[in-house]
């Protein structure tokens, strides 16, 4: 089992950063792939970044690359989404996300566990 907390989120400007956390319970937290996904008000959750188990294989979505940087501290069990540029279309409530395996699914459905969730607000 794996319990996920994210951090970080908050009202930001345009060309703005923040930088979220996701801290991770449970001893085998690195054996997993880890992502990220959002959901802004009245649309689907969708994929934004996600990171191998051992930190070796990034995928971000292609509406933040160049822009947002995902990392993992497997002694520290987090992972972070540095997030540059921000802009407004960016405003949502972001995921974290761990799935069992060596391989890192980019679909929702194969992810094991989720957070709760983090606001973030980009205004213009």
């Known amino acids: 089992q794996v319990q996920l907390v994210e951090s970080g989120g908050g009202l930001v400007q345009a060309g703005g950063s923040l930088r979220l956390s996701c801290a991770a319970s449970g001893r085998t937290f690195s054996f997993y792939a880890t992502g990220w996904f959002r959901q802004a008000p009245g649309k689907e959750r969708e994929f934004v970044a996600a990171i191998s188990w051992n930190g070796g294989d990034l995928y971000y979505a292609d509406s933040v690359k160049g822009r947002f940087t995902i990392s993992r501290d497997n002694a520290k069990n987090t992972v972070s989404l540095q997030m540059n540029s921000l802009k407004p279309e960016d405003t949502a409530v972001y995921y974290c996300?761990?799935?069992?395996?060596?391989?890192?699914?980019?679909?929702?459905?194969?992810?094991?566990?989720w957070g709760q969730g983090t606001q973030v607000t980009v205004s213009s």
């Open positions: 996300a761990a799935a069992r395996g060596l391989l890192v699914p980019l679909e929702q459905r194969r992810y094991d566990f």
